[in-house]
Nanobody, 113 residues
Framework: QVQLVESGGGLVQAGGSLRLSCAAS???????MGWYRQAPGKQRELVGT???????NYADSVKGRFTISRDNAKRTVYLQMNSLKPEDTAVYYC????????WGQGTQVTVSS
């Protein structure tokens, strides 16, 4: 079992920044870590992923604004979100993929216009 705890969400004005963190209860060294989001009335969608060598992949909607990074020693993955837009408002979830998928409980991000 892997427990994931997200933090760092909150209310921010459009154009602002937030950094989300996801702390894992076990090593993330071999895992593909990801961030997803789900807005009200919409399906959960991929924000981006980072694999064990540090390579990243992003949804087109966040490219150039969001950055995912990982600190294996701290068992933590980060999502730096800049130039936030109201349409980024959602619950953001961390995922851990190795042998099976694990999910965090989510953290709310609200961007006001």
């Amino acid at each position: 079992q892997v427990q994931l705890v997200e933090s760092g969400g909150g209310l921010v004005q459009a154009g602002g920044s937030l950094r989300l963190s996801c702390a894992a209860s076990r090593s993330i060294f071999s895992a593909t870590m990801g961030w997803y989001r789900q807005a009200p009335g919409k399906q959960r969608e991929l924000v981006g992923t980072i694999i064990n060598d540090g390579n990243t992949n992003y949804a087109d909607s966040v490219k150039g604004r969001f950055t995912i990074s990982r600190d294996n020693a701290k068992r933590t993955v980060y999502l730096q979100m800049n130039s936030l837009k109201p349409e980024d408002t959602a619950v953001y979830y961390c995922s851990y993929k190795w042998l099976r998928d694990y999910w965090g409980q989510g953290t709310q991000v609200t961007v006001s216009s």
